[in-house]
Antibody, heavy 116, light 110 residues
């Protein structure tokens, strides 16, 4: 069974940092591209970042997070990460880990709240 | 990157068919066939319904179908059921090697 489980969310002050993790199981992680998608409470979906399969050298970011967020992967640990720096109130959202470019599997999300 | 344009809400009665439109530009779904549709029930993660414009993943009912013409993609749900009441989002790859979602459409089954 394919599973994606996000962790690392929480309350952080503006300007602070958080590192999200996504542990996966049930499929050969190294062979899959991965993405992060977020959703502010009560709002729509927003694409955040993409990382290519295998070595993950191909990486893309939404303009809204470029220069502040860093996506990475550890294939040995079957894990996807999102390092978030210089957090702003508008980054408050549920963050979902998503498999592939078509998004055939999603985690349940982890809530990041940026507030003083 | 501007969001794709979807109607805020649509409604239909059980058994009827409805269509949700998703309008983009020549910089996204007008150029690429990497168009997906997702269903999201309250408090749940999104679920993939359609990928690459017309393809259904295994396990998705054939009541859901997708199409595209020019800069507009569409999701059609036939034989509406109460369980179809949810939010629906379209998504497309873009010329800038990014992805963009539509604003979402709330489907009400009357």
């Amino acid at each position: 069974e394919v599973q994606l489980v996000e962790s690392g969310g929480g309350l952080v002050e503006p300007g602070g940092s958080l590192r999200l993790s996504c542990g996966v199981s049930g499929f050969n992680f190294i062979n899959y591209e991965m993405q992060w998608v977020r959703q502010a409470p009560g709002k729509g979906l927003e694409w955040v970042s993409y990382i290519g399969s295998s070595s993950g050298t191909t990486i893309y970011y939404a303009d809204s997070v470029k220069g502040r967020f860093t996506i990475s992967r550890d294939n040995a640990e079957n894990s996807l990460y999102l390092q978030m720096n210089s957090l702003r109130a508008e980054d408050t959202a549920f963050y979902y880990c998503v498999r592939g470019i078509v998004g055939d599997y999603w985690g349940r999300g982890t809530l990041v709240t940026v507030s003083s | 990157q501007s969001a794709l344009t979807q109607p805020a809400s649509v409604s239909g009665s059980p058994g009827q068919s409805i269509t949700i439109s998703c309008t983009g530009t020549s910089s996204d779904l007008g150029t690429y066939d990497f168009v997906s549709w997702y269903q999201q029930h309250p408090g749940k993660a999104p679920k993939l319904l359609i990928y690459e414009v017309t393809n259904r993943p295994s396990g998705i009912s054939n009541r859901f179908s997708g199409s595209k013409s020019g800069n507009t993609a569409s999701l059609t749900i036939s034989g509406l059921q109460a369980e179809d009441e949810a939010d629906y989002y379209c998504n497309s790859y873009t010329l800038r090697s990014t992805w963009v979602f539509g604003g979402g459409t709330k489907l009400t089954v009357l």
